[in-house]
């Protein structure tokens, strides 16, 4: 499913005209296709009527990156969009508070590290490693990932290269040595002669088990639309329980969205996305506490930058939504 070039325009001039006069609800997202990850609920609930029935018309507009992603939101190219934790913080840290993170639909991208067959942690010290950018999030959890497995990360060379399809297409041609990528994209690679998988996405969470996205609107998009904010998470938390319910309807979904992607491949990722649906909304306080330390301690937000999780974080939107669909207890305790 490829998101159109209206959609495209309409970005751009949201960002020349600023806020639509009225609706649709516009979801900035960082993918042009819909994704091989549970993140895939953002483009299913729509594709598959969630929103819909939710009774929010909603928009899906791409950008190429999260800092476009962000710019679009903070100038009224749309009301939500989905991005990194690290951008949020970052933000705080530089003094602007005019986002909150209201939701996440994938709380931790199943990453893997694929590399070529042989190489190891210790020979990757001196090896080449595939990124999107130089401090992307790909770029910060592998290189905790790698320095725990005793890789020397400081002596590898770091080859920005953007999207993980790309990364994966310069690690099947031999041109870095390892790299970071989702399991969905791993599997759906055409050929996997001579690689290997490095690090599997159970030993990759247990190595940085940081809550990595998050939906954000902007404080003035609460305020004025927060019905329509709502209703969009109702729709994205029905599409996680259903697909989480019965995977074979994620399958079914994704095989019309995605009929590149082999059947057997998606009934594979299906399995192993089981567990990790945002049944309750994805944002939990005891998973926003855990990445707010995280960051905090690994200075990337720079020295002794303190950032309490009440500053980017709204919980009341979902707390609305629960109290009306209820808890589910099948994943994604709620923690607050």
């Known amino acids: 499913m490829k998101i159109s070039q209206v959609a495209i325009a309409l970005l ?7 806020p639509a006069a009225a609706a649709p609800f516009r979801i900035i997202v960082t993918s042009t296709e819909v994704p091989l990850v549970p993140n895939s609920v953002l483009h299913l609930a729509l594709s ?11 928009e899906l507009v791409p950008a190429a990156q999260t800092p476009m992603a962000i710019t679009a939101v903070l100038t009224g190219g749309g009301e939500m969009a989905n991005i990194s934790v690290e951008a949020l913080l970052g933000l705080y840290a530089r003094g602007d508070k005019s986002l909150v993170a209201v939701g996440s639909t994938d709380k931790a991208i199943p990453y893997i590290i694929a590399a070529r067959e042989g190489v190891t942690f210790d020979s990757l010290s001196e090896g080449t490693f595939g990124v999107g950018r130089e401090n992307s999030l790909d770029y910060t959890l592998s290189r905790l990932v790698l320095q725990s497995r005793g890789t020397r990360i400081e002596q590898m060379t770091y080859v920005p290269l953007g999207d993980p399809a790309v ?3 310069a690690l099947q041609q031999g041109r870095v040595d390892a790299t970071t990528m989702s399991i969905g994209v791993f599997l759906a690679m055409p050929e996997r002669t001579g690689l290997d998988i490095l690090v599997d996405a159970a030993e990759f969470y ?4 940081v809550l990595t996205k998050v939906n954000v609107v902007s404080t003035k998009v609460l305020e004025e639309r927060a019905g329509d904010v709502d209703a969009v998470l109702e729709a994205l938390t029905l599409a996680a329980r259903d697909f989480a319910a019965d995977p074979q309807l994620w399958v079914a979904a994704m095989t019309r969205a995605r009929p590149d992607v082999e059947p057997a491949t998606l009934a594979e990722l299906s399995e192993l996305y089981a567990g990790s649906w945002t049944v309750n909304g994805g944002l939990q306080m005891s998973d926003v ?5 995280w960051f905090e301690e690994s200075g990337s937000l720079g020295a002794d930058v303190k950032i309490p999780a009440g500053f980017w974080t709204r919980f009341e939107p979902m707390d609305r939504v629960l109290e009306t669909i209820g808890v589910s207890d ?3 305790a709620v923690t607050r």
């Open 12 to 18: 751009l001039a949201g960002f020349a005209m600023g």
């Open 48 to 58: 598959e009527g969630y929103f819909e029935r939710a009774g929010v018309e909603v």
């Open 167 to 169: 990364r994966a297409q």
């Open 206 to 209: 247990r190595s940085a088990p």
């Open 289 to 293: 506490k855990y990445t707010q330390t």
């Open 330 to 332: 099948v994943g994604d």
